[in-house]
């Protein structure tokens, strides 16, 4: 008897042991920390044969997430050339390629799971396949004063690691 109680007793500390493995491994997001302004600090596009590339960097951006359940995102690497003509409704060929590839702007509403889980609903955006789309970001850390995030699905193809800093 002995045995059998002393079984059932390991046994049930073990399965707690693994409740409280498991509990850990799943964080919960602090939603009211994501609300606010934030600076791109760094986007990591990672190919499918592995090649990595910094899209954009340091300064490239903002995103802002509004207590409302709206955001914005614009991205503009600082390398775009200017427009010989200074008119932005007479870009070249050439130029308006530039632009497209060297930034993106997007807004619309957001919400987020416990589970890390940004959900963004796009209402417009510079690149227009996204228009009225839904796309999702895991929350991979979230502090007072930074923000990372995984995109599983980046336009570019390949995934992306995201990084802001709290603007203060």
């Known amino acids: 008897m002995l045995c059998i109680t002393t079984l059932a007793m390991l046994c049930v500390g073990i399965a707690l042991t693994m409740t409280d493995a498991l509990a850990q491994g799943t964080s919960k997001v602090d939603t009211t920390k994501l609300v606010g302004d934030w600076t791109l600090v760094s986007v990591n596009n990672t190919f499918p044969d592995a090649k990595t590339v910094q899209s954009f960097g340091p300064n490239d951006g903002i995103m802002v997430f509004g207590a409302n359940g709206r955001f914005v995102e614009a991205l503009a690497r600082p390398d775009i050339p200017n427009f010989a003509s200074n008119n932005r409704n007479t870009g070249s060929s050439d130029?308006?390629?530039?632009?497209?590839?060297?930034?993106?702007?997007?807004?619309?509403?957001?919400?987020?799971?416990?589970?890390?889980?940004?959900?963004?609903?796009?209402?417009?955006?510079?690149?227009?396949?996204?228009?009225?789309?839904?796309?999702?970001?895991?929350?991979?850390?979230?502090?007072?004063?930074?923000?990372?995030?995984?995109?599983?699905?980046?336009?570019?193809?390949?995934t992306t690691e995201t990084t802001w800093k709290r603007t203060r």
């Open 95 to 158: 130029e308006n390629k530039a632009v497209v590839q060297g930034s993106v702007m997007f807004f619309g509403t957001y919400t987020v799971s416990e589970d890390g889980t940004l959900t963004l609903h796009i209402e417009r955006s510079t690149f227009p396949n996204w228009n009225g789309t839904v796309h999702t970001r895991t929350i991979t850390s979230l502090t007072a004063d930074e923000l990372k995030w995984h995109n599983p699905l980046a336009t570019v193809g390949g």
